[in-house]
């Protein structure tokens, strides 16, 4: 089993910029595909980022592309998803989540989730 938990979700203004990580736990991630996704309310639950076991493979929703950049510490047991040039559009809930073997933008195919953290831009 592993264990995800998120930090690093606050209140910002639009054009800011934040820091999210999410902390494993249980068993090393190290050879897991990492993701990010985010709910917002009233909405289904939508890929951020992934980064394969191998750091330099990432891949980014197109409507963070270029804003957002997710990497992983696998010493630390741990993945970052830095936010910048945020808008209130990004306001959600992000979850942090992990795969054993499955690198793409589908929720329901993730093996491990946090619990979450939230973001909330203010224009």
């Known amino acids: 089993q592993v264990q995800l938990v998120e930090s690093g979700g606050g209140l910002v203004q639009a054009g800011g910029s934040l820091r999210l990580s999410c902390a494993a736990s249980?068993?090393?991630?190290?050879?897991?595909?990492m993701g990010w996704f985010r709910q917002a309310p009233g909405k289904e639950r939508e890929f951020v980022a992934l980064i394969r076991w191998r750091a330099v493979s990432t891949y980014y929703a197109d409507s963070v592309k270029g804003r957002f950049t997710i990497s992983r510490d696998n010493a630390r047991n741990a993945v970052f998803l830095q936010m910048n040039g945020l808008n209130p559009e990004d306001t959600a809930v992000y979850f942090c989540?992990?795969?054993?073997?499955?690198?793409?933008?589908?929720?329901?195919?993730?093996?491990?989730w946090g619990q979450g953290t939230q973001v909330t831009v203010s224009s």
């Open positions: 989540a992990a795969s054993r073997n499955y690198d793409g933008s589908e929720a329901r195919r993730y093996d491990y």
């Open positions: 249980g068993r090393t991630i190290s050879t897991y595909i």
